[in-house]
């Protein structure tokens, strides 16, 4: 039987770098991943200058492109915000590879082709079992902790009965850059019709972009890109797709059984952006609050702060996915130059910081909240 301090379950951004942390705090750490290969599938990603925080460091390796300005437009608007801290453009295969080589780096055991089959409670240990593809072989392995970072269909929180449904679909298309498309310049379109989201045009380098939106499923965001890349004359290289978490308040990530502790991150925990559905950097620093836990057995800062910022972007998407398009349209039309100056300094992961600051800036956001709120039957949260 192999023994370990912490067993991780699956090889994601958020499952390498839990355990890249808890090796670095002197755990030993073994980390199961159920795919034969690493970084499947790939997909383009974009996140914010916040990475390099939660990180620690600059994932060079996995940076196609930076990102200096966000065209937003509606039907009748349009607004630039140029970034202080440029956005980065990320090759997923490249940062998972990234991540895994500074795991093992650390001293973490990275075996593929494992899947989780359940686990057992010992005294003061839990008794995983998996099964190994390469041999067709049953394998135990004990451990005092668990990490399930497998994913939005997460075996995990299934066997532990802490599965979710709530998700969503990506689906984007890579597509030649238009002529004239400044390549640092993101372009996000609110079009109700399309999705109560948004479709997006993310540029990879002076050739290529990534156009996509957020659908209720696969079928319906395909039909639904298909018809918007249709009317903006793009045509599709190649497809990615990808089911992503939704995150809800009252989700447990933390789960005490008698042997030991288990905490579920990443899209398996649902630590995704109700605004924008991106959970690269949330993700991430869902693995530093758990390995912080799991270090100190104490519950950190970062747990709390990670909760609070997600509560509020689901918050915010409880009201925008009322809006209309004559909504955004107003929206839009209220961004001063107070207003741009905040979007401009806090990016997509620190709204915490900048909620406050915009309202102050534009008070006004508070009619268009109320105005949405009049359109739901008893007020009621999504549940």
Not at 206 to 226: N, P, Y
Not at 320 to 331: I, M, V
Not at 357 to 375: D, T, V
């Amino acid at each position: 039987m192999q023994e370990c301090h912490v067993a991780v379950i699956g090889a994601s951004a958020a499952g390498l770098f839990a355990a890249y942390l808890l090796a670095q705090g002197g755990y030993q750490v073994a980390l199961f991943e159920r795919r034969e290969a690493l970084g499947l599938p790939r997909r383009t990603l974009i996140v914010t200058d916040q990475i390099r925080q939660v990180l620690g460091f600059t994932p060079g390796e996995a940076v196609v492109n930076h990102v200096s300005q966000i065209e937003l437009l509606s039907s009748k608007r349009r607004v630039v915000v140029k970034l202080r801290a440029p956005d980065m453009v990320l090759e997923r295969e490249r940062l998972i590879q990234l991540l895994a080589d500074r795991a093992q780096g650390a001293g973490v055991d990275i075996e593929l082709g494992h899947t989780f089959l359940g686990l057992e409670e010992g005294r003061d240990h839990l008794s995983l079992a998996l099964y190994e593809g390469a041999s067709d072989r049953a394998r135990e392995v004990k451990a005092r902790g668990l990490v399930g970072a497998d994913g939005v269909r997460s075996r995990v929180a299934r066997l532990l009965g802490k599965a979710d449904r709530r998700r969503a679909a990506i689906c984007q298309a890579r597509v030649a850059l238009p002529p004239h498309t400044d390549e640092h310049t993101v372009r996000v379109w609110f079009h109700k019709e399309s999705t109560p989201y948004f479709c997006w045009l993310i540029p990879e380098s002076k050739h290529t972009a990534a156009v996509g939106l957020v659908g209720e499923h696969q079928e319906q965001a395909r039909d639904s890109l298909q018809r918007f890349m249709d009317v903006c004359g793009f045509e599709a290289l190649s497809i990615e797709a990808a089911d992503v978490a939704l995150y809800h308040p009252q989700r447990k990530t933390r789960i005490r059984l008698k042997g030991g502790e288990v905490f579920l991150i990443g899209d398996a925990g649902g630590q995704v952006k109700s605004t924008t559905v991106g959970g690269v950097v949330t993700g991430l620093r869902g693995a530093r609050a758990a390995a912080g836990v799991l270090l100190s057995n104490k519950m950190g800062k970062e747990s709390r702060a990670l909760k609070k910022e997600l509560d509020l972007h689901y918050l915010i998407r409880f009201f925008l996915n009322r809006f209309s398009d004559s909504d955004y349209d107003d929206l839009l039309g209220m961004v001063g130059s107070r207003t741009r100056d905040v979007l401009q300094t806090y990016g997509r992961d620190q709204f915490l910081g900048a909620f406050f600051r915009l309202l102050l800036a534009q008070p006004r956001f508070l009619c268009l909240a109320a105005r949405s709120l009049m359109r739901v039957s008893g007020g009621q949260l999504p549940g």
